[in-house]
């Protein structure tokens, strides 16, 4: 069976109009920041739809789209979220990470204490399908293989978050780890692992962050 095809929809655009584009967006992104420090003002659900879908638009292995993104606003279900990640993240800063990487993370200034996860008024979960499910001749639950199911998860979650920081919104990438207390609490299914935690909001009034510069271009690109 070979594949159908459509025509693309491509504008191509005159080169100044790509030039100026292309610098636009750098000055947006580069202005993205993680931030720990949310005001409690709620966020249009609108911006958090259209930011997934802008998400749910990335590539995917073999276009399974392998992803569920989970948007919490219920304050008991984010104190749930925190009390658990506090714990797990207590036991890591003070037991299970080493000095190299307590060390490493010393300029961002972080720490157990999580109160973000409660501060801002939305967290986006974001899930892998490890594989899918589909009901077989039978009715009987049958696995599909899914393909590169970590890349694409991740190349989605960057678009989510150029998305919402496009949107005028301020997020932060948390890992908890492990993270299996966020498929119980959120009851996801047993093909789905965690990948990260986002908190979505505005920042507070005189919001701080760190410190921190990214690489120049020469550092990070060559051109062979
Ligand atoms: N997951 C922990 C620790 C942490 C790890 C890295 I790598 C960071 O860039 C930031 C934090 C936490 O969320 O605090």
């Known amino acids: ?15 100044d109009a790509q030039i100026a584009r292309s610098r636009a967006f750098w ?3 580069r202005t993205r920041r993680s931030v720990r420090d949310f005001s409690p003002d ?28 989970v948007v919490v606003r219920n304050p008991e279900i984010k104190r749930r979220i925190r009390a658990a990640a506090e714990a797990e993240e ?26 973000h996860l409660e501060q801002a008024p939305l967290l986006i979960v974001v899930f892998a399908q490890t594989y899918g499910v589909k009901r077989g001749a039978e009715g009987a639950e049958e696995r599909v293989k899914h393909y590169y199911v970590t890349e694409s998860v991740g190349i989605a979650v960057g678009f989510l978050l150029c998305a ?30 965690a990948m990260v935690v986002i908190p979505v909001g505005y ?21 062979v």
């Open 90 to 115: 207590r036991e890591s800063y003070e037991r299970r990470m080493s000095a190299e990487w307590l060390q490493a993370l010393e300029p961002l200034g972080t720490d157990w204490h999580k109160p």
């Open 1 to 15: 069976m070979t594949a159908q095809t459509i025509p693309l929809d491509f504008e191509r655009l005159p080169p």
């Open 164 to 193: 919402l920081h496009h949107a005028g919104l301020a997020t932060l990438t948390h890992t908890p780890n492990p993270m299996a207390f966020l498929s119980e609490i959120l009851e996801r299914p047993a093909n789905e692992r």
């Open 42 to 69: 709620d966020v249009p659900l609108e911006l958090v739809e259209n930011a997934i879908r802008a998400a749910a638009a990335a590539p995917s292995g073999a276009n399974q789209q392998p992803w569920t993104f």
């Open 27 to 29: 000055q947006i992104m």
């Open 203 to 223: 920042p507070a009034e005189g919001a701080q962050v760190p410190a921190i510069s990214k690489k120049p271009l020469d550092e990070v690109m060559k051109v």
